[in-house]
């Protein structure tokens, strides 16, 4: 069996580049920015939103949706959902529903729940 590697067996050399990455995205995040909301992304964003919560709320009345603009300040929108089950029945709805996602991601959670994630890039976009 192959031993895997800790943080502390990272190469020096490759703290450096991830460092110098950060920086720029530090640098990206200071310039000042004027955007505005991409309706027509909003659109497609409700649309998704809609289709999810009835693909999901069907089967798991307790999940929880959430949406909102990325933290990360790069004019992107997200939909969050939390639910400790997922049994989608129109599995042909549910690919209508993140067609429009940029980045779509499900993982369990340590609680025994599960987390899906979707991204919508370009919800806002510079002027």
């Not at 067996?9 to 990455?21: I, R, T, V």
């Not at 720029?24 to 909301?37: G, M, W």
């Not at 999810?52 to 709320?57: E, F, G, T």
């Amino acid at each position: 069996m192959a031993e895997q590697n800790t943080y502390n067996e990272w190469p020096l050399e490759e703290d450096e580049k991830f460092e110098a990455f950060l920086e720029l995205f530090r640098q990206y995040l200071e310039i000042p920015k004027t955007r505005v909301v991409n309706y027509k992304r909003v659109a497609e964003i409700k649309q998704a939103y809609d289709a999810i919560c009835k693909a999901v709320l069907a089967e798991s009345p307790d999940a929880k949706i959430e949406w909102g603009k990325s933290a990360l300040d790069t004019g992107a929108a997200y939909i969050r959902v939390e639910t400790d089950c997922l049994i989608v029945h129109d599995i042909r709805a549910f690919t209508e529903a993140i067609q429009y996602a940029d980045n779509f991601e499900i993982f369990p959670l340590i609680d025994g729940n599960l987390r899906m994630g979707f991204m919508f890039n370009k919800f806002l976009i510079d002027v």
